[in-house]
């Protein structure tokens, strides 16, 4: 409706800042996007360079406010999780942006394990024991470049600093916070045991700060840079999978959210914190935002291994990928394990790599395909299954990412999950999420829950078919097996 406030959605990814211009209805105007490059090499880096990343920020954001500029009545951010930043007294870098799939922490891990209490520490932030998190990031540059952890004066991340650009302050939000080892996931304030590891003050990590409200309005200066006009207000927003999540309707009660896109996640918004009662800590929790915790977990391999498939074995497209697996009635016996990528399951963890197992020679392109989409699943539901076991059952799972336009994929899910998942229709839900406590934040509309009512629409639904679910169940019992076989092998093999 003419006259009524939009919001502008930026999203820092690992590869590409994505933004959007988003209305009250849910709809998005219009869209641009900028690679970011990412800086690797063989030792395991992955950085962002800060300057590069606000660059981009700030080009991507001036692109596509152009034409709604006078009517953008906030700004909202989403970014990556697990990223870490060391800056010094006058904001200034000392380090690159250390990103999500750098590994290098791995080096120095088995020394911070032996300073922790693994347990203890899951029970009081959430994080199972992983090497990626900024916990772990801070030990490998106190441990490998001493002079510039004694030299910093803040510890942040990627979207902390793109909000002490525009802001000049320090802050941080929980759903962030509670992904780095060091937030306590009950009172989502700093940590004091997690700090004791490293021996960092509270005073050098930002101040937490509520997801969907107000934090400045922006300077006269920040606005004409950014291309709106003046008064437009700042709203932290939450990281890029709570996005998604929020902009397919996991504010919704008692729905669960899948994002199949490159990675996925399974994860249930709730009331209180749920953390896994077995010992393999196996479900992340952090938070989310208004109120809601997020407990479930990411896989690392989802449509990166269909973009494998794609560019590097069968060499079609992924519409002719998704009418060969549909054109065979099962894997006839093929699994695939998809952990390209390694995986965060602590069973098998980053040594793990992807596996055809069962290949005959009357296996077509179709059976590989289908067999793909099949263990992607399967991941997922070693997750669904952590839930359940520790009494979350969502009753319905919404999701959204390139995956759900599938209809194979989607069905194979339902089935295996044994659960309706109900398709988003939602062009760009990370964008519509974040405009989403924009306006909850503008007050425009009450809270984010009706703003959710309001902006998000949702597709086909797939109800699980019976037969299919016993079926699957075998199957997913064997992937499972084959899992716990392989896990030796997985190590052995990484060590030669």
Known sequence: MEGEPLILSVDVGTTNIKAGVVEASGHVLQVAQQELPLARDENGKAEHDPQLLWDTFCAVARRVSSGYSSRIGA???????????????????????????DTRPQQTYPQLLERMDARQLYQRTGCPP?????????????????????????????????????????????????????????????????????????????????ANSVLAVLPSSMCAQLGVAEGCRLVPGVYDGGAVAIGIG??????????????AMLRVALSEPVLDSDPAMRLQTCYLACGRWFPGGAINNAGVTLRWLRDNVLHIDYEA????????????????????????????????????FGLRGYHTRGHIVRATMEGVCFALRIVYDALQQNGVAPQEIRIGGGGSRSPLWMQTMANVLGVPLQVSQVDEPGLVGSAILGYSALGFYPDAVQATEAMVRSGRQYLPQEQAIAHYEKKYHFFRQLMHDLAAAFAQHASL
């Open 75 to 101: 700004l909202v951010l989403s970014a990556y999780q697990l990223s870490l930043l060391a800056v010094d007294e006058r904001g200034e870098p000392l380090t690159a942006i250390i990103t999500l799939l």
């Open 130 to 210: 992983l090497f990626h998190y900024p916990l772990s990031k801070i030990f490998w540059l106190k441990t490998n470049h001493p002079h510039l952890f004694e030299k910093a004066r803040w510890f942040v991340g990627a979207k902390d600093y793109l909000i002490y650009r525009l802001s000049g302050q320090w802050v941080t939000e929980a759903s962030l916070g509670t992904a780095t080892q060091l937030m306590n996931l009950y009172t989502l304030q700093w940590d004091e045991v997690a700090l004791d590891v490293l021996g960092l003050p509270p005073a050098k990590l930002p101040t937490p700060v509520e």
């Open 250 to 263: 996991a504010l919704l009660g008692g729905t669960g959210a899948v994002n199949l896109g490159t990675t």
């Open 321 to 356: 990928m998704n009418h060969e697996a549909s054109g065979v009635c099962d894997t006839a016996g093929l699994f695939f394990l998809p952990f390209l990528s390694g995986e965060r399951n602590p069973q098998i963890g980053n040594a793990a790599s992807g596996v055809f």
